[in-house]
């Protein structure tokens, strides 16, 4: 199928069809329970970034979940292939992709009657990302709140699976954004020490050390990832170990990692700035030139020039000034 250049397709069910005839039942058990995985890569000038570790992020969800999407890895990165090639096109100027996968474990059958659709639900897919809300946090910084919310354990439910289960992050970021419209949240553990937000790792910068919470009790994502290995590369010492909110609040510099984002500076956490001053810090602006030669494509440029008014906003800045 080939893309009409109005709508976006997406691969529902084993076929390709435009968006709007993707039609989930209300017994879908990923709408009803949260019963379903997915992931997420993004493409930069449509062009996909470590699609491969993504798709086999998925598949390691898809074994925790104990859930058969009915196909191979290589055949869903095949598929997703595809369904990113039809939809390139209409990509707008200066934007990119999430592009992805879904899958739930299928309908809840009524008992006695026929089953509407046997087997999971398999959704591939590609979503605009969202550059003009967030272009300001790489002018800015991001602003960190920690909510009351604490983290799921993962003796109750590992967070190292991607599973469509949000609520508990989703709660966490809904308190952060009713203080602060602009907030990211970044939720603690049971125990008190940091832990991870909606879609995004957090970072530390201390006396040119970086630290971030151990993979034991986030999910281990694909940018957090890269930014440990470029960090290596470049001689920064990386250190994986339970952070509290002294840690955060004594830090130098501090930096979210997302799919979306890639690698983006924080401000400050709970309205404490923190102290190198600086939007980038030393490190963090290091670890983002890094990022956009690996990537060989200026993923901060992008952003900022989503800002209102162009290129006459754009511009890193002091905190302190």
């Not at 590609?126 to 800015?140: K, L, N, Q, V, Y």
Request: proline residues 6%; contains cysteine; hydrophobic residues 40%.
């Amino acid at each position: 199928m080939r893309s009409n250049n109005t709508e976006r397709v997406a691969w529902f069910n084993g076929q390709l069809v435009p968006e709007g005839e993707v039609l989930l039942s209300f017994r879908d058990r990923g709408f009803k329970f949260g019963d379903a995985v997915f992931d997420l890569a993004r493409t930069f000038a449509g062009n996909p970034f470590k699609l491969r570790e993504h798709v086999d992020r998925l598949y390691r969800s898809l074994a925790y979940a104990q859930l058969d999407p009915g196909m191979s890895a290589q055949e869903m990165l095949r598929i997703t292939e595809e369904v990113l090639e039809v939809n390139v096109s209409l990509l707008a100027d200066n934007s990119d992709y999430w592009v992805g996968q879904r899958i739930s474990r299928g309908i809840d059958p009524v008992e006695g009657e026929p089953v509407e659709q046997a087997g999971p639900t398999v959704i591939v897919e590609c979503t605009p990302i969202p550059f003009h809300s967030r272009a300001a946090c790489f002018r800015d910084g991001i602003e960190i709140i920690v909510p009351s919310v604490r983290r799921v354990p993962p003796e109750c439910l590992s967070p190292r699976a991607k599973s469509h289960n949000y609520l508990n992050l989703v709660m966490g970021d809904l308190e952060a954004r009713a203080r602060n419209p602009e907030a990211w949240a970044v939720l603690l553990d049971t125990s008190g020490n940091l832990c991870e937000g909606l879609g995004s790792n957090i970072f530390l910068v201390q006396d040119g050390t970086l630290y971030t919470p151990r993979e034991d009790f986030v999910l281990p994502g694909v940018s957090r990832q890269t930014a440990i290995d470029l960090a290596h590369d470049i001689g920064i010492t990386v250190i994986e170990r339970d952070l509290s909110l002294y840690d955060a609040y004594i830090a130098d510099e501090a930096f979210l990692t997302s799919t979306s984002l890639c690698l983006c500076p924080a401000r400050s956490i709970n309205g404490v700035e923190f102290n190198s001053g600086a939007i980038p810090g030393e490190i963090t602006a290091k670890l983002m030139e890094a990022y956009k030669r690996l990537v060989d494509f200026d993923f901060v440029e992008q952003y900022l020039a989503h800002l209102p008014g162009g290129d006459a906003n754009r511009g890193l800045r002091s905190t302190g000034a």
